[in-house]
């Protein structure tokens, strides 16, 4: 019996998390080996994973959105985003601080843990940011469409930004809209100070037309 219990235990503690997050508004399936999950509000979490390279499955109706290996470490969460059908890496976080379960339900500590033998990372973006929830951001979303010019759309980001913050990957889905390249690079670089995951705003080098205007953006990265 004691054998038993003191297994579980290490099996328990040996276990990792792999959460998900999907920008673009739709209903997803996401398989992870071959549990399934869905979700309409963009995220989608999975516990107690024990194989450290299990296969990641995005399906959206009939289509297989991305298949892909992924690899995960035990007592760590890994927090993945979808963008334009590829997967980048938000955050790799300690699921146990002496020894008992510290994280949020998404992609932070809570905040028993600011102090204690072990203190959690600074700057956490929960104590940081006010970032909008899914449904927040996908209220928006719909109603950013909806702008035709470049202008209105600007005026829409001004007035989400001034008291909320976006991820990279949000910020990268309203600047793709955008319908002159001049104009996205001025707008990148002003949301850049206001983005909640500043380690991740390099991916958005990809969304220029013109090169110069790439190598603008990552000069101005490279100078913050």
């Keep these: ?130 970032l909008l929830s899914d449904e927040a951001f996908q209220a928006f979303l719909t109603q950013y469409r909806r702008e035709s010019f470049d202008d209105g759309r600007l005026r829409m980001i001004n007035v989400v930004s001034k008291n909320s913050s976006l991820l990279s990957a949000q910020a990268r889905v309203l600047l793709k809209s955008f319908s002159f390249d001049d104009e996205r690079l001025k707008v990148a670089r002003n949301l850049y100070k206001n983005v909640a995951d500043p380690q991740n705003y390099f991916t958005l080098s990809d969304i220029f037309v013109f090169p110069s205007n790439k190598d603008d953006f990552l000069k101005y990265l490279e100078k913050q």
């Design 1 to 130: 019996m004691l054998f038993a219990t003191l297994s579980f235990a290490q099996n328990y503690h040996s276990a990792a998390e792999v959460f998900l997050q999907i920008v673009s508004p739709g209903k997803y399936n996401v398989y992870l080996d071959e549990e399934l999950v869905g979700s309409a509000n963009g995220r989608f979490r999975f516990y107690d994973v024990y194989n450290t390279t299990p296969m990641l499955s995005i399906i959206q109706g009939n289509t297989v959105i991305l298949k892909q290996r992924i690899r995960v470490t035990p007592q760590q969460r890994l927090v993945l985003s979808l963008e334009d059908k590829r997967l980048i890496t938000l955050k790799q976080l300690t699921i146990y601080r002496n020894s008992q379960y510290a994280l949020n339900d998404f992609d932070g500590y809570t905040r028993d843990y600011d102090t204690g033998i072990i203190p959690p990372p600074p700057a956490l973006p929960e104590l940081n940011y006010r």
